[in-house]
């Protein structure tokens, strides 16, 4: 169930609806203390976008002699990653930085810093509104890190919020802190150039730009050599990656980019978040379909089902046209798992509209979707040009109703794989007893099974056959 009031949003967020990406099965987050003298603690909010870029921070902060800790009382250098995506993630960081300060009153020399897309944001204000705060980076300064952190030390507050045309990291080999061993996220490009009017995001993390082809294979590789077997492509819009090849000027798109990880090894599972409706192509979709480790199940972010609705948040396409969309994935892969985002009480929204979004859901049968109530955010389009006119009980219960519905069609949905079998690639014990596995079919449901006596660990692939389901997890049994 989603408690309509916290923000669970966001990618990371995501993973705590299931039994996925957490719990006791990860490698320990903290590095060798003989090492390094000196320690930094770093805790990310937001997207899978953050997540990764806190493993660059964490690659450049080794190269300065700071190790990882979990422990935050033994930490010289506290990081915080932000997401400015709704006001309830923002709330939530300074929630946060309010438990640094009791910290840092206590410990001196502390440094405390802001990253992320709320630094972005609000930039050297944070400093003014936060005093406790030392250091600010937006998310395409964290190659300047290593002056920042020496101006603070030095006692002066340190900024760089400057955005970049070409900033990929692609270079930097990010430090996997919090991985399971088996799945790692792998940033393919930066940045967004669509404007949908509700979306800070295209003022957080700037202009769109696609990582060096020949680097994002490279980390891929490397990821497989040392036991990874999936590997998540991410980006704000992955299906506008676009890449000159120097060399020979060759083009690579998405699609060609996607195929070519797959082709690293049939054993490497791939994925990929998000795509815009708008950009997701039938060369993507016939990729996809062509080879079995590009995994079955599509991000599709809806937002409204209202035509006229869609309009006014800038998403360039009407109900019918993602309705079109969705019917081709269908037809091309009628495997496919399918989810969505979905937004509640957007400027103007009427009862006729937010029943549009319901029958779009039970039209497009989403396995899955992450659901919020529209929340302003400053400096976008739809803060400049509309009101935010639906009062917070309507869209609530619009939410309610939204997520009411998801719960239904999420539980259909698996009622629908009784019986089946599928591939599961196992992440680790399940969260709620180490005689179970827990792992993931290609469509991205989890399963969770017994692990009887066969000598399975996690990273390897077995045959499930689904026995039980709720309306978030399949149950079932290895088949021989
Ligand atoms: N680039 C991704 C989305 C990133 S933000 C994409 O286009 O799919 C993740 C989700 O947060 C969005 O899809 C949207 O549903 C939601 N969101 C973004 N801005 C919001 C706002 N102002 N209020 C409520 N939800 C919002
Ligand atoms: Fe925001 Fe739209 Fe870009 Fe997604 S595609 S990050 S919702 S502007
Ligand atoms: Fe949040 Fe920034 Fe991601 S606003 S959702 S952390 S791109």
Same mark, same amino acid.
């Given at each position: 169930? #989603? ?11 995501? %993973? +705590? ?13 903290? $590095? ?13 909010? !937001? ?17 300065? !002699?700071? !190790? ?5 009382? %033994? ?11 709704? /006001?309830?993630?923002? $709330? ?8 640094? @300060?009791?910290? +840092? ?16 944001? *609000? ?6 509104? /936060?005093?406790? =705060?030392? #250091? ?6 964290? @190659?300047? *890190? ?10 002066? +507050?340190?900024?760089? =919020? ?25 940033? #393919? ?38 036991? &990874? ?12 990656? &676009? ?61 409204? !089902? ?18 079109a969309k969705v019917d081709r994935i269908r037809e091309i892969m ?7 985002? #979905? ?16 029958a779009v859901m039970e039209y497009s049968r989403y396995d899955m ?13 739809? $803060? ?61 449901? =989890? ?8 000598? *399975? ?13 709720? $309306? ?9």
């Open positions: 169930m #989603i408690d309509l009031m916290t923000d669970k949003v966001t990618p990371n967020d995501r %993973e +705590k609806h299931d039994e996925g990406r957490q719990g006791e099965a990860y490698a320990p987050f903290v $590095q060798d203390p003989n090492q390094y003298q000196k320690r930094f603690y770093i805790e990310s909010y !937001g997207c899978q976008m953050n997540f990764a870029d806190s493993e660059v921070v964490a690659s450049i902060l080794n190269q300065e !002699g700071f !190790g990882a800790t979990r422990n935050l009382e %033994e930490a010289d250098l506290i990081f915080i990653n932000t997401c400015s995506i709704r /006001e309830k993630a923002e $709330q939530t960081v300074r929630k946060r930085l309010t438990e640094f @300060r009791k910290l +840092k009153l206590r410990k001196k020399g502390m440094l405390v810093g802001v990253l992320g897309c709320m630094a972005e944001r *609000l930039k050297s204000k944070f400093i003014e509104e /936060e005093r406790l =705060v030392d #250091i600010v980076v937006g998310p395409d300064a964290y @190659r300047s *890190l290593p002056e920042l952190v020496a101006e603070a030390s030095g006692g002066q +507050k340190a900024v760089n =919020v400057l955005l970049s045309r070409d900033e990929t990291y692609a270079d930097i080999s990010p430090v996997r802190l919090d991985s399971n061993g088996v799945s790692a996220f792998v940033s #393919i490009m930066r940045g967004c150039n669509n404007m949908c009017s509700f979306c800070v995001v295209p003022f957080t993390r700037g202009r769109e730009r696609s990582r060096d082809a020949a680097s994002i294979l490279d980390e891929c590789r490397d990821l497989f050599e040392k036991g &990874y077997r999936e590997v998540t492509l991410l980006g704000q819009n992955v299906d506008s990656y &676009y890449f000159v090849e120097e060399s020979t000027n060759r083009v690579i798109t998405f699609a060609n980019l996607m195929e070519e990880v797959a082709q690293l090894s049939p054993l490497l599972r791939v994925r990929f978040s998000t795509s815009h409706p708008k950009d997701i192509t039938d060369e993507v979709l016939h990729v996809m379909a062509r080879y079995d480790n590009i995994c079955k199940y599509i991000h599709l972010p809806v937002q409204s !089902g209202s035509t006229r609705v869609l309009q006014l948040m800038n998403r360039t396409y009407t109900r019918e046209w993602y309705l009628p495997d496919c798992g399918i989810s969505s985002d #979905i937004i509640a009480g957007f400027c103007t929204e009427e009862e006729q509209d937010h029943l549009e979004t319901l979707s992450y659901m919020f109530f529209y929340s302003e955010r400053p400096g976008t389009l739809a $803060q400049r040009r509309y009101t935010d006119d639906i009062p917070l009980e309507v869209k609530k219960r619009r939410l309610q109703e939204i997520v009411d519905l998801q719960g239904r069609l999420s539980f259909e949905s698996n009622k629908r794989d009784l019986n089946k079998s599928f591939t599961v690639l196992i992440e680790g014990d399940s969260k709620k007893s180490d005689q179970d596995w827990m792992g993931r079919s290609s469509q991205n449901k =989890v399963i969770v099974f017994p692990k009887e006596n066969y000598p *399975l660990q996690k990273g390897d692939y077995v045959n499930v056959q689904v026995t039980d389901c709720t $309306q978030a997890t399949l149950l079932g049994k290895i088949i021989a």
